[in-house]
């Protein structure tokens, strides 16, 4: 990861200092191009910065990753599912989906998913890389995430929700769907609460690696019509 990021010509803080002083910071500096993020998440880093920051490039250790088998569907949630209470789809409006994530939260100031960041993942999503799920209730849009699908992989960035566990019935759709399609881990980067509850669990960093290492070039059965 960090010659890949070193042939890029980032700015690197002190490397003991980056992977604690927050944990996993790698790297300042670079673009948003299509192209370098495809990279990036080949080699384990993904981007998290504020606005007016340069671009921050990180690879936390330990990982939060989520393993299709060992998805958590709570008695609420599983009631849910079988009522079918809420419609998802897959790619069917993937600016709405990314907007939604962007929007401001009561508990947090500010996103991370500036505007820069919104046109950078649009551009995967039109290069077949980056998918949304949406979940709706009857035409409202009430619900989603959105992330990069590569080989047997899926990297989770964001979801939002606007209705009683929207977000997770989302999720746990999505994670149905990807595990008969054959992926074998979701990375969800950052512990939450939130997916916890859903049975996300830490990793170490070299584990992780090692997915990417056998997984990344496996090929997949997804379908991603909306």
Request: charged share 20%.
């Amino acid at each position: 990861m960090l010659t890949w990021l070193q042939r890029n010509s980032l700015t690197f803080p002190p490397l003991a200092k980056a992977m604690r002083e927050p944990n996993g910071l790698l790297a300042a500096g670079g673009d948003l191009s299509a192209d370098r993020l495809i990279q990036a998440y080949r080699h384990g880093c993904f981007p998290w910065f504020s606005e007016g920051q340069p671009i921050l490039w990180w690879s936390p250790d330990p990982r939060t990753v989520l393993f299709p088998d060992e998805l958590h569907v709570s008695r609420s949630l599983n009631k849910l599912l079988r009522q079918q209470r809420y419609q998802v789809t897959f790619d069917r409006d993937f600016a709405a989906v990314i907007s939604a994530c962007a929007a401001p939260r009561t508990y947090a100031d500010g996103t991370w998913i500036t505007e820069a960041m919104q046109t950078a993942y649009l551009q995967l999503h039109e290069r077949g890389f980056a998918h949304s799920v949406e979940v709706w209730d009857n035409d409202e849009l009430v619900g989603g995430l959105y992330g990069l699908a590569m080989g047997q992989l899926f990297f989770g960035e964001s979801m939002f929700s606007r209705a009683d566990n929207a977000s997770k019935f989302g999720f746990a759709t999505l994670v149905r769907h990807l595990k008969a399609s054959g992926f074998v881990l979701i990375d969800c980067q950052m512990p939450t609460d939130h997916l916890h509850s859903l049975g996300a669990r830490a990793i170490p960093r070299d584990d992780f690696a090692r997915y990417l290492g056998e997984h990344l070039d496996q090929p997949n059965s997804a379908t991603w019509l909306p």
